[in-house]
């Protein structure tokens, strides 16, 4: 009986050992051997793998290791396998599935016929009938797209909520500030924080909206209100989901993900409208922004690029008319909305409402 407890503990001794071997390769070595196990960890039932806790090993963490994926090379993929002209008799079927699993009315798009659509990559950025989203003209900021409210209300000590109780920094989400000549706030001021810099006139607030598009929304986006674009900043970041159960998950997720920020002014200040990528969006573009290209292999994540729509021949940049066609995404996505007001500004919203596009977001 005295020689029991050793055998119980040769198992655990042995794993200490591989253990120790583990804990003396490289990180990306390590991470490589430790993947697999973590896999198996959060997969098999019954906390199968619980007991290697006890020996000091422990998996990766789930956001870790879905942050491991590679997004952005499945995400250029599937764009690659969606551009695949489709044989004509299956069309049908295909696009008919996808209109089932994620509800899309399809009486609202320009062309019905399903045998229109060549490719994944069209019926995703269908054109909707001219009279089928009237565009509110008593307010002053409308929905710039179909989707799901997922938070809106005042900046709050540089914190923006991409979902209820889970905030993103502001700075981060928008970049740090260049020179006054390509951003609409000064590059260098005494003010305390950078919402303080991005607030123009006395009396403003800074205001926000996220916008969830899911699959079977309307893809196309549009100006929200009358402004003038004077900057784009693209950050290429990840292409992680941002459903609103994975923006739960994933602190700042926004900041994490590729995003192209459009900064200029409105009546009342500053405005911007943020397009936010996700898994399997293969591309985002801006309309009137040829030199864009997003998702792609030449940019690495860290960085962002800068371009100024402010030029000696335009000296006010892109003026956009609230309505008008202003991008569209591939798939789903999320659109961000961080803009300058006076402090009765007033939101027409509730938080998980459903919204599409002309609808009004608020007015003063």
């Known amino acids: 009986?005295?020689?029991?407890?050793?055998?119980?503990?040769?198992?655990?001794?042995?794993?200490?050992?591989?253990?120790?071997?583990?804990?003396?390769?490289?990180?990306?070595?390590?991470?490589?051997?430790?993947?697999?196990?973590?896999?198996?960890?959060y997969l098999l039932p019954f906390g199968a793998l619980r007991p290697l806790s006890r020996v000091g090993w422990r998996p990766v963490s789930r956001v870790a290791l879905y942050k491991s994926v590679p997004t952005r090379l499945l995400s250029r993929a599937w764009g690659r396998l969606n551009q695949v002209e489709l044989p004509h008799w299956l069309r049908g079927p295909v696009y008919s599935l996808y209109i089932w699993t994620f509800g899309v009315n399809m009486k609202e798009a320009a062309v019905e016929d399903?045998?229109?659509y060549r490719n994944l990559s069209e019926f995703f950025r269908r054109k909707l009938k001219p009279q089928a989203r009237p565009v509110c003209g008593l307010h002053s900021v409308i929905s710039p797209s179909d989707g799901k409210i997922l938070n809106f209300g005042q900046v709050k000590n540089c914190e923006v909520e991409q979902v209820k109780g889970i905030t993103y920094s502001l700075e981060s989400f928008l970049g740090p500030r260049t020179s006054a000549g390509d951003l609409p706030f000064s590059p260098d001021t005494s003010c305390g924080s950078f919402k303080s810099q991005l607030v123009t006139r006395?009396?403003?607030?800074?205001y926000h909206c996220v916008i969830y598009l899911a699959p079977g929304d309307y893809h196309c986006f549009h100006s929200p209100t009358d402004w003038t674009?004077?900057?784009?900043?693209?950050?290429?970041?990840?292409?992680?989901?941002?459903?609103?159960?994975m923006a739960?998950?994933?602190?700042?997720?926004?900041c994490h993900n590729e995003r192209v920020v459009l900064t200029g002014d409105w009546k009342h200040g500053f405005f911007s409208l943020t397009a936010v990528g996700a898994t399997n969006v293969g591309s985002i573009r801006i309309y009137f922004d040829r030199d864009l290209h997003t998702n792609s292999p030449e940019y690495s994540k860290g960085s962002y690029n800068d371009f100024s729509f402010v030029t000696h021949a335009n000296k006010e940049g892109i003026p956009m008319r609230?309505?008008?066609?202003?991008?569209?995404?591939?798939?789903?996505?999320?659109?961000?909305?961080?803009?300058?007001?006076?402090?009765?500004?007033?939101?027409?919203?509730?938080?998980?409402?459903?919204?599409?596009?002309?609808?009004?977001l608020g007015s003063l």
């Open 1 to 41: 009986m005295g020689h029991v407890p050793c055998r119980l503990h040769f198992p655990q001794l042995a794993l200490r050992r591989r253990l120790g071997q583990l804990s003396c390769m490289s990180r990306p070595a390590l991470k490589l051997r430790s993947w697999p196990l973590t896999v198996l960890y």
């Open 114 to 116: 399903l045998h229109h």
């Open 322 to 360: 609230k309505g008008e066609h202003l991008g569209e995404f591939n798939l789903g996505s999320t659109i961000v909305l961080i803009f300058e007001a006076p402090k009765d500004f007033d939101f027409k919203l509730k938080a998980g409402q459903k919204i599409r596009f002309g609808e009004a």
């Open 229 to 245: 674009v004077s900057h784009r900043r693209h950050f290429p970041g990840s292409l992680m989901s941002v459903n609103p159960g």
């Open 202 to 206: 006395e009396g403003n607030e800074l």
């Open 248 to 254: 739960r998950w994933i602190k700042e997720l926004f």
